[in-house]
């Protein structure tokens, strides 16, 4: 039987070309206009939109709504086709089972992955060769904007599994860094005692994964004595609003980038050299920012739900118009870098996880950012909300203190940056981790909505 290779699929070489990397990467993205950009994502566009039409998924998605081929001829009428998030393609799954029919495979090779199930069921998540090694290369000439080099040793606590996380992010230093990297995975892969002495023993200058665990792991180091064998000099994950400041400080001032993706997309945004604000890839994505409830564009500098176009994504599974129901907002004025690149200031918390309390939206994680630097909280919390017989909902803050800590002092923080009067209950050093999961899950659980809605 033949069949093609994965690199008999497509053009390593053009693909560098379109998708440059380090040096070649900051001379034309600071040398292109907006208007030069525009145009170049408007072909990218139109190139995705007529891989789109020869998806069934689409085919139903846009032609429910009335939408024809002809009807889009330039990425201005974008906003003519309908947003989608992952309950769509569930609910294709579970009417094609098992993989629904959101993706275009043929007889080119398929990279076959799931998403951690955060918010449900994994969702199946496929790429063709070309979308992936351009998924890949996003992350690694990220990672080498930001200052990660050939000489630094990585070591990676993404989930590894059914996950996608971990393996596109090794085949992104391996391929896109030349860096040498070290797959240690979760606390459960390998054991967090483990973990730093992997980082003490092979001289890892880098740690990429989610902060949650990484800062973890900086009480692990403590405790084994072995920060006068570590010499941790970055670390690159996804900070949200508040862990920044909290990260560098455990692991004795190593600097910290963020960036934001997901699944479905891989990167979308990242930080700089200047670390100021997170880049848009817009040679790559195609950000819109929408508002929660009526779904169309925010005034610039408003807060809006995340809904990205993969301009590259024109082999097997297309994604145009994802909400990722990621909110954020973009960060108006010039920036220091000079890249043509629009800035967004990170992850602000879900959309779908927002919770009302008499009239005032909360989003949990942003909790995490009211009760940055005080030493006396482990930084660990998790939000119950319930609803009493009469219909009136409450929140239940549960923080994790080392001691000392006045409750009255943190309810007039929390209801300063809420808004409103929520529920406080301290709990020791790690008295959480069973319900956030912060052991086991790569993005630890902070809200429990036991409603029932």
Request: hydrophobic fraction near 35%; glycine fraction near 12%.
């Amino acid at each position: 039987m033949t069949f093609p290779t994965y690199f008999e699929t497509f053009d390593a070489r053009q693909m560098l070309e379109d998708y440059p990397v380090g040096e070649a990467f900051v001379d034309r993205y600071t040398r292109m206009s907006r208007d030069e950009l525009h145009a170049l994502q408007n072909a990218r566009f139109l190139k995705v939109m007529k891989r789109g039409w020869e998806i069934p998924f689409y085919q139903r998605l846009w032609g429910e709504k009335g939408i024809e081929p002809g009807d889009i001829r330039s990425l201005e009428d974008i906003v003519k086709l309908p947003v989608y998030d992952k309950s769509d393609l569930m609910a294709s799954v579970n009417t094609h089972p098992p993989y629904g029919d959101f993706d275009g495979r043929g007889d080119t090779p398929v990279i076959f992955h799931t998403t951690s199930g955060t918010t449900g069921r994994p969702q199946p998540l496929m790429f063709g060769p070309k979308g992936r090694e351009i998924t890949n290369l996003l992350v690694g000439r990220m990672y080498r904007w930001m200052g990660l080099g050939r000489n630094d040793v990585v070591q990676s606590v993404y989930g590894h599994g059914m996950i996608n996380g971990g393996h596109y992010i090794r085949e992104a230093v391996t391929h896109y860094t030349n860096s040498l990297f070290l797959s240690a995975g979760t606390g459960i892969e390998t054991r967090s005692v483990n973990q730093v002495h992997l980082m003490a023993d092979f001289g890892v200058t880098c740690m990429v994964g989610f902060v949650d665990y990484i800062r973890k792991l900086a009480e692990v180091a403590e405790a084994e004595k072995l920060f006068d064998r570590i010499n941790l000099r970055m670390i690159i994950g996804h900070l949200g609003t508040e862990d920044r400041a909290s990260t560098e400080k455990a692991w004795r001032g190593a600097k910290a980038y963020d960036w934001y993706g997901v699944g479905d997309t891989g990167t979308i945004a990242g930080e700089g050299p200047d670390r100021d604000g997170l880049y848009v890839w817009e040679d790559a994505q195609y950000l819109e920012l929408l508002d929660i409830d009526g779904g169309t564009a925010v005034a610039p500098g408003a807060t809006g739900d995340m809904v990205v176009t993969c301009l590259f994504k024109d082999d097997i599974a297309p994604c145009i118009r994802f909400n990722t129901h990621d909110i954020t907002e973009e960060i108006i004025g010039a920036n220091q870098t000079g890249m043509v690149f629009r800035r967004i200031s990170g992850f602000k918390g879900r959309s779908d996880n927002m919770v009302k309390l008499r009239g005032i939206n909360i989003f949990p994680h942003a909790i995490g950012a009211m009760i940055e630097n005080r030493v006396d909280l482990t930084g660990e919390f998790i939000c119950h909300v319930t609803r009493d017989a009469g219909g009136r909902d409450e929140m239940l803050v549960i923080l994790e203190t080392r001691g000392g800590t006045d409750e009255t002092e943190i309810a007039a923080l929390l209801r300063k940056g809420i808004g409103i009067e929520v529920g406080i209950r301290l709990v020791g050093a790690g008295d959480t981790a069973a319900e956030t999961q912060i052991d086991t899950r790569q993005k630890p659980i902070r809200l429990i909505d036991r409603r029932g809605l």
